[in-house]
């Protein structure tokens, strides 16, 4: 059974850092495509970034390249989301998403079929 786990949001500052982590059950990453999508109150919920683990290619939604980086460690089996430079903008719960198909854009999260329970990212001053 897939299981997704996240964990690292919290509160920051506009400016600041946050590293998101999702742990990964109950399959190996290997075949898999991973990443994030985030949702900000009464707004749809969007992908933010994935991760082809197949063959490394990496895949940003625009507002947010050059800020985050998406990340694997396979031998923990857990992908990771560097934020940088935070906004207000950014503040949403952010979820893990995995599947196994060949993403070719970081919206194409949506519509991943195994998600974890979400972290809120809140970044105010």
């Known amino acids: 059974q897939v299981q997704l786990v996240e964990s690292g949001g919290g509160l920051v500052q506009p400016g600041g850092s946050l590293r998101l982590s999702c742990a990964a059950s109950?399959?190996?990453?290997?075949?898999?495509?991973i990443g994030w999508a985030r949702q900000a109150p009464g707004k749809e919920r969007e992908g933010v970034s994935c991760i082809n683990i197949v063959d490394g290619s990496t895949y940003y939604a625009d507002s947010v390249k050059g800020r985050f980086t998406i990340s694997v460690d396979k031998a923990k089996n857990t992908v990771y989301l560097q934020m940088n430079s935070l906004k207000p903008e950014d503040t949403a719960v952010y979820y893990c998403?995995?599947?196994?198909?060949?993403?070719?854009?970081?919206?194409?999260?949506?519509?991943?079929?195994?998600w974890g329970q979400g972290t809120q990212v809140t970044v105010s001053s």
């Open positions: 998403a995995a599947d196994l198909r060949v993403p070719h854009g970081a919206d194409e999260i949506r519509a991943f079929r195994s």
């Open positions: 109950g399959f190996t990453l290997d075949l898999y495509a």
